[in-house]
């Protein structure tokens, strides 16, 4: 049985949450850290996205799409300032893994670039991110975003008008 609940569909059985986090969390701090520009925010909109979805886990690990759902969290808690979970939370992630997550490679030469990114209108930057960071198609980031496909595009073609024109590239 599938039924639609947010534009995403349900399925019977959800993944365990361990396998799911440990498959998605590199990317989705590669996401956050490409809207934020700061390893801790990105870290921290990371485990804040996570954590909500761990306590909803019966819910959110039903959709067909999980990974989509702790995107738009991220990218949703990226438009406005970050705040910090408890501080229980933070240690005991940090505990359990003990170690800093390696972040996609951004070139420093992709620094003015990244820049540029993040001083655009927030849904623009998020689907830049989306679509060229994680390579993901536009119905994907337009899941993820909670839009419509062609207000991806939207999203899409006025980030790269307004990337060219910040960055004195002829389109």
């Not at 990317?27 to 520009?37: E, R, T």
């Not at 005991?92 to 997550?101: K, T, W, Y």
């Not at 540029?116 to 623009?124: D, M, N």
Request: net charge positive; proline share 4%; charged share 25%.
């Amino acid at each position: 049985m599938v039924r639609h609940v947010n534009e995403m569909q349900v399925i019977a059985r959800p993944e365990r949450f361990d396998v799911f986090y440990q498959r998605e969390f590199r990317a989705v701090v590669g996401l956050a850290y490409a809207l934020s520009g700061s390893r801790l925010a990105a870290e921290d909109l990371a485990q804040d996205a996570f954590m909500t979805a761990h306590q909803q886990w019966e819910k959110v690990g039903r959709y067909e799409a999980p990974g989509a759902w702790v995107r738009r969290v991220v990218s949703n808690k990226s438009v406005s300032l970050y705040r910090r979970k408890a501080a229980e939370a933070r240690a005991l992630a940090r505990v359990a893994f003990d170690r800093q997550i390696p972040l996609p490679e951004l070139e420093s030469a992709d620094a003015d670039f990244w820049q540029a990114v993040r001083s655009l209108p927030k849904r623009q930057a998020q689907a830049i991110a989306l679509h060229y960071l994680e390579d993901r198609p536009v119905a994907e980031v337009a899941e993820i975003l909670g839009c419509t496909a062609s207000t991806a595009k939207v999203h899409l073609h006025k980030g790269r008008k307004n990337l060219a024109d910040r960055l004195g590239v002829p389109e």
